[in-house]
């Protein structure tokens, strides 16, 4: 009796999923038919095409598993190659891949003539709905046209990236009432991100475009964070925002427009950075009936100097008596990321015993200082070594 006999298709699913090797979910494919299907999902959710090679090994992909373009394949990125180039007349073999979902466009530099070939490409992925962007120089045009190949939005992330032009209001409105395949429509955007990107790109989409279905916004390493996005952004999404995470530093007249906005009815989560806020931030938040989650993130020293930032921490906090507007609000949550020396300093030698009686030390003070409320407080710690927590792809 095969192995595929004995073994129910969710249990193979689940062995799929908690492999992490490619050379081992190969022999899978390569084992029975069941485990094959199993496998695929896992070893090709997401390609890479960033050369004339890639193309057309995956052009022979294609015509043998053709399953890989129509059910497969999630995500694709295109990106420039230091070396090689994607060719625009290579498109005609690639066969069209309805099952992608997720675009990723990653050219670090300038280059005029990889954007114009991005553009041939697209066409090539019909039900395309994120798009994940790393453009450190862009035109507007090319922006607006990529922008207006995707028939429905769902995600937009921009990472490090910034226009060249005209001004971004004046580059939309040229665009859109000139070029056709420019127009672009944000009205079922769910989700959006601006990390380390210039912020009137989200502003010049944002004026021609409101999303009024967002659901999750990412503001991340603007700083501040600019007054015309933050207020279009509580102007247009106050009634459908669901999570929002705010790295950008928020003044007082972040504070003003905040409490213009009568009060969050969809809102379930809010993460922000401490250090960057004032200290009457809480006292100033608007209510939010259906929050459940307060995420407050630090990167700290671990010596002593660290305990400043809790007292930052409570200073906003002010002992939890401005969480009762939030009355389903079930947790408070500190991500901390914990540096041992400052960059430019020599390393300090702290010890596992040293580390784990700093951080009970922070721990136990902020329970000490959340007097007035008796939900749940948890915390995460992130080590030096680890991924950025406000990674975005």
């Known amino acids: 009796m095969s192995t595929e006999m004995l073994l129910p298709p969710e249990l193979i699913d689940e062995i799929s999923a908690r492999i992490e090797g490619k050379s081992s979910l190969c022999s899978m494919c ?7 299907s199993s496998a695929l999902p896992f070893l090709f959710a997401a390609i890479t095409l960033s050369s004339e090679e890639d193309v057309e090994t995956w052009s022979e992909m294609l015509k043998h598993s053709p399953e890989l373009g129509t059910r497969i394949v999630r995500k694709v990125k295109l990106s420039k190659h230091p070396t090689r180039r994607l060719l625009p007349e290579m498109t005609s073999v690639l066969f069209r891949m309805p099952s992608v979902q997720r675009i990723v466009l990653h050219a670090p530099k300038f280059d005029p003539h990889f954007w114009k070939t991005v553009t041939t490409y697209l066409p090539i992925f019909p039900n395309k709905t ?13 922006l607006l046209d990529i922008l207006g190949a995707f028939q429905t939005m769902k995600a937009l992330v921009f990472l490090d990236t910034c226009s060249l032009g005209p001004s971004a209001i004046d580059a939309v409105s040229a665009f859109q009432s000139r070029v056709p395949s420019s127009r672009f429509d944000l009205s079922k955007l769910e989700r959006l991100v601006l990390q380390r990107s210039y912020p009137d790109i989200g502003y010049a989409l944002l004026n021609h475009s409101p ?24 102007a247009v999404t106050v009634e459908s925002l669901e999570s929002i995470s705010v790295r950008s530093k928020l003044t007082s007249e972040h504070l003003q427009i ?7 009815p969809a809102l379930r989560s809010f993460t922000m950075q401490v250090g960057k806020y004032p200290s009457t931030f809480m006292e100033r ?6 929050l459940r989650l307060f995420i407050f993130r630090a990167i700290m020293r671990e010596d002593h100097s660290a305990l400043e930032y809790v007292d930052k921490l409570m200073g906003i906090l002010r002992g939890g008596q401005d969480l009762h507007k939030f009355p389903r609000l079930g947790e408070l949550k500190f991500q901390i990321r914990a540096v041992v020396s400052h960059p430019f300093e020599p390393k300090s030698d702290v010890n596992a015993s040293q580390r784990g009686e700093f951080r009970a030390q922070v721990e136990s003070k902020v329970r000490e200082g959340i ?18 927590m406000w990674s975005c792809e």
């Open 130 to 142: 994120e798009l994940y962007l790393t453009a450190r120089f862009i035109e507007w045009g090319m």
């Open 285 to 290: 938040f608007p209510p939010a009936p259906n």
């Open 30 to 36: 390569l084992a029975s038919k069941t485990t094959r």
């Open 211 to 234: 999303p009024a279905a967002l659901r999750s916004v990412v503001l991340n390493g603007l700083s501040p964070s600019p007054l015309p996005v933050f207020a279009k952004l509580m």
């Open 258 to 264: 905040f409490e213009r906005v009568e009060s969050f």
């Open 371 to 388: 007097t007035d409320w008796r939900g749940r407080l948890s915390f995460e710690w992130f080590d030096q070594e680890l991924e950025n």
